[in-house]
C-alpha cells in the first residue's frame, strides 16, 4: 500500500528519520537522488545558477536558504548575518530575483522581538525593488510570523514594499490574516497549505481547500491586492488567470517545470521558489508527500 500524505508529513518533521537516513551514506545519496529535482544544490553559488538560468527563460526567482526551528540565539544571529549578505548580492543578480525565508530561521522561537530586528535588517538591505517573502509555518506559529510581518511592514521607514507574506488557505483563520495583511500594503503569495492541521484549525486537502483558495483570491483582487498564485494546480490557475486576468504565478523548482514556459508565452509573469543549503532533507519530505495528493 503506498504510504500517504500525512504519514510522510509525519517522517518530513522527525528529527530522527532523517537522521536515520542521513547517518548511512547509501541511503542519502538515494535520497538526495531524489531530493535534487527540488533544490538548486547546497551553495549559495547553485542558487544564483539556477535563478540566472529561469532568468534566460523569462522566469523570476525567490532564493531561500534552507533551515527551521532555529533554538539558540546564536544561530539565529549566524543566519540573518548569512541573509543580510544575500540581500545585498540581489545587486549583482537580475531584477526579478528576490529572497525567501522562514521566520523560524531566523529565531522567531527564541526571541520574537530579535526576529523582528533580524528581519528588519535584511528588508532594509535589499536593493530597491526587491522583495523578502516570508514563508506560512505551522498552525501553532501563525501569530507570532503575522505579528513580525505587520511590525516590520508598520515601520516608518516604510518597509512593506519590501516584504511579503504567505497565507494557506486551508486555515479557517487565513481570511482575517489577508486583510491585515493587505491593509498594510504587503505582498501575499496565497498557497493552499502544506501543513497537516486538526479540524478545528484548518480545512481538509482536497475540496474544501481549492474552494477556499478560490474565495481568498477573488478576495484578494477585489481588495487590490498585490498578491501572486502559489500553486501547480491546473485547474484552479486557469480559473483564476480566467476570472481575474493575468497575475503572478509562483511555483516551487522541480513541480510541473513543463508549465512554466506556456505561462511565459501566455504573458504570466512567473516566479520559481529556488531553496538551496545544507538542510534539504525535510523540505524534500514535504514535497514527497504533497506529490501524494490527499
Ligand atoms: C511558491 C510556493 C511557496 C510555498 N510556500 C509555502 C509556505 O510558505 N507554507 C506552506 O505551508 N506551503 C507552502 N507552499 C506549498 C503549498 O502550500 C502546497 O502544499 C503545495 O504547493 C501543493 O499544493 P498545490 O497548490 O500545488 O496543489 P496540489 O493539488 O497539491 O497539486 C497540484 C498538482 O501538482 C502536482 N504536484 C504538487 N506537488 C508536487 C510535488 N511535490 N511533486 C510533484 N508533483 C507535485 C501534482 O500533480 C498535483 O496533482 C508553497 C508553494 C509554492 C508553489
Redesign the pocket.
Known amino acids: 500500500m503506498p504510504v500517504g500524505r500525512a504519514t510522510l508529513f509525519r517522517l518530513a518533521t522527525s528529527t530522527r528519520f532523517e537522521r536515520t537516513v542521513r547517518a548511512v551514506a547509501p541511503a542519502e545519496r538515494h535520497a538526495w537522488r531524489a531530493a535534487s529535482r527540488y533544490v538548486a544544490g547546497i551553495t549559495l553559488a547553485d542558487a544564483w545558477q539556477v535563478a540566472n538560468w529561469l532568468h534566460a527563460k523569462g522566469i523570476d526567482a525567490s532564493v531561500d536558504q534552507f533551515g527551521e526551528l532555529v533554538t539558540d540565539a546564536a544561530t539565529a544571529e549566524r543566519v540573518a548575518a548569512d541573509y543580510v549578505r544575500l540581500a545585498v548580492g540581489l545587486a549583482q543578480q537580475p531584477d526579478g530575483v528576490w529572497l525567501s525565508i522562514d521566520l523560524s530561521h531566523l529565531g522567531l522561537d527564541v526571541d520574537r522581538g530579535r526576529c523582528a530586528d533580524h528581519f528588519r535588517a535584511i528588508a532594509d538591505a535589499l536593493p530597491p525593488g526587491r522583495r523578502i517573502q516570508v514563508?506560512?509555518e505551522d498552525h501553532d506559529r501563525a501569530d507570532a510570523i503575522l505579528d513580525c510581518v505587520l511590525a516590520v511592514a508598520g515601520d516608518r521607514n516604510g518597509l512593506a514594499d519590501r516584504i511579503g507574506a504567505?497565507v494557506?488557505a486551508n486555515l479557517h483563520r487565513s481570511g482575517d490574516d489577508l486583510d491585515h495583511l493587505v491593509a498594510a500594503g504587503v505582498h501575499v503569495?496565497l498557497?493552499?497549505?502544506?501543513?497537516v492541521e486538526p479540524p478545528e484549525r484548518a480545512l481538509p486537502y482536497g475540496e474544501p481547500t481549492d474552494i477556499a483558495y478560490l474565495r481568498l483570491a477573488h478576495r484578494l483582487a477585489q481588495a487590490g491586492a498585490n498578491f501572486s498564485l502559489?500553486?501547480?494546480?491546473g485547474v484552479l490557475r486557469e480559473a483564476l488567470l480566467a476570472a481575474l486576468g493575468r497575475r503572478p504565478v509562483?511555483?516551487?523548482l522541480g513541480?510541473?517545470p513543463e508549465t512554466l514556459e506556456d505561462l511565459v508565452a501566455g504573458g504570466v509573469p512567473v516566479r520559481v521558489?529556488v531553496p538551496y543549503g545544507a538542510e534539504w532533507f525535510r523540505y524534500w519530505m514535504r514535497?514527497v508527500a504533497?506529490?501524494r495528493?490527499a
Open positions: 514563508g506560512a504567505t494557506q503569495r498557497v493552499k497549505g502544506a501543513y502559489a500553486t501547480h494546480d509562483e511555483q516551487l513541480v510541473r521558489y514535497r504533497e506529490s495528493g
